[in-house]
């Protein structure tokens, strides 16, 4: 998109929902300039509704602005070479690793067309499809970060929200093969979020410039959040593990990281009520299943 187009008369700005960042950014991979898409905030633009039990805030269309959705704003992609990668973390990237990052452009475009189309554009606003491949496109951008962005937690959210996005457009699109991706990206973030657990514990990667843990764009739910995370994703994906003694052991390490969350006795006073509430759910529901596992298939359970 020009620039011009972008700062269109002033008018008009009180209906828009994203805008061009003044000043170009200059991409660290292939030194292409390009203006970023930022969202507006506030206004009204976007209207909260209830959080899922996936941790996904839901929102009320807006009579003013229609449909808005924050997520697709969030990944900062350079056009040319589709390096991606936060938006606070995009011009931060590890010089040392510019010329792997130049060496797969070819590989990550191909990819993103084969998986989102072939005339994906991001100098064009941002859409849906865009949103959904800017995260896909940003799981492997985080190869290139330092580890105190903590890389591993930004591509679990990152897969995690490419499957919100994809659910969406695969509504808009049913009889497309958008809806057959959300499983891959549901076990990519299921296996991220488990080695960031790992990571947070052994100190192979840091946090000290992690500016949210998300998952979603409206609340930080913290290391909670990344336990619970962990927690949902391993009950609803190990409908695809089909040994039941390898599914009740992933089962049970589920069911320990909800533990965790309201388990700390007094500290869970100053957690948001929300996450407590979905913690017990999906540890009774786990427990429940092993249950069900356990006598099906006469297994013993040592938890
Ligand atoms: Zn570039």
Redesign the pocket.
Known sequence: MAKKEAEQEDDGKNLKVSYLEKSPRK?P??E?EFYNELMYTGGGRIIAGRLRNDLRRTYEVSKKYGKVNPLIYIVSV?P??F?AAYNEDFLEMDQSHRETALAEKPNRIKYAKVIFGRDIDFAKPRTLITGAASYFLAMTGYNYQRKNVFPTLKRAMCALRASWLLEDIAAIYPDQHFAELIPFFLTKSKKYYGRAIDFMQNGKETYEKVKTFGPDTDTNFRYDGVLYMFARLTASMSYLITDPKEKIDDLIKAKRSAAKIFGMGKSSKSKPQDLLDFSKELHTEIGNYIEELAKKFNITVEE
Request: hydrophobic share 25%; glycine share 0%; with cysteine.
């Open positions: 991409c991979v292939c292409q350079c040319a070479c390096y």
